[in-house]
């Protein structure tokens, strides 16, 4: 099956700790995103990358860190400097250059919570 | 700075009544997307808009698109209970590029 996996679902940290979630897609597409999702809010760009190897920041980068040296692979790092790292974290991807619809596919979702 | 504009942003309803979801943007975009959220879960889309007096429809929900207005609706038909969820409104900075930015969304509740 094709899809966007993300991993963990929940997740617990404590403060000062950097964690790291992690995005996989199988659907062969160039483009992946990191959006955070705060209760009762729409969705805000934390990082996306386009092309592997290479990744530019969103709204809201600091505090975050991303890697993206696997086509498949997009892993965010909530790094000690994140101030308020609890939230529902979301990856999505996109078949990105070329056709104009360019619909982002989101994963299910991992919960950060900091304890 | 692009913004997004979602209203209302809660949104009772009873069964069989019909209602629109209103999503305004404040600078030039070619494309905007409706997504549907259930609570705890991740997202789905719903319908990408291309052009202007672009209509699409699936089953109960019709969207539209008036790039003039730089406004999108959302036409929800005789609503059932399976339809309670939260609808997002995204609209791409520009002409081109990926980055999308978001409405606060709307919570939709059809009641029995």
């Known amino acids: 099956d094709g899809g966007i996996t993300q991993s963990p679902k929940y997740l617990f940290r404590k403060e000062g700790q950097n964690v790291t979630l992690s995005c996989e897609q199988n659907?062969?597409?160039?483009?992946m995103y990191w959006y955070r999702q705060d209760p009762g809010q729409g969705l805000r760009l934390i990082y996306y990358?386009?092309?592997?190897?290479?990744?530019q920041k969103g709204d809201i980068a600091e505090g975050y860190s991303v890697s993206r040296e696997k086509k498949e692979s997009f892993p965010l790092t909530v790094t000690s400097a994140q101030k308020n790292p609890t939230a529902f974290y979301l990856c999505?991807?996109?078949?990105?250059?070329?056709?104009?619809?360019?619909?982002?596919?989101f994963g299910p979702g991992t919960r950060l919570t900091v304890l | 700075e692009l913004k997004v504009e979602q209203n209302p942003l809660f949104l009772s309803m009873q069964e069989g009544k019909n209602y629109t979801i209103y999503c305004n943007y404040s600078?030039?975009?070619?494309?905007l997307y409706w997504y549907r959220q259930d609570p705890g879960k991740s997202l789905e889309s719903l319908f990408v808009?291309?052009?202007?007096?672009a209509v699409k429809q699936e089953g109960r929900l019709m969207a539209s698109l008036d790039t003039k207005a730089r406004l999108s609706t959302l036409h929800i038909t005789a609503a059932v209970h399976d339809l309670s969820a939260t609808y997002f409104c995204?609209?791409?900075?520009?002409?081109?590029?990926?980055?999308?930015?978001f409405g606060e969304g709307t919570q939709l509740t059809v009641n029995p």
């Open positions: 999505a991807s996109s078949i990105g250059k070329g056709p104009s619809t360019d619909t982002q596919y």
């Open positions: 659907l062969n597409h160039d483009a």
């Open positions: 990358s386009q092309i592997v190897n290479d990744f």
């Open positions: 600078t030039t975009s070619d494309r």
């Open positions: 808009l291309l052009s202007n007096g």
């Open positions: 995204a609209v791409v900075l520009g002409t081109s590029g990926s980055r999308l930015t």
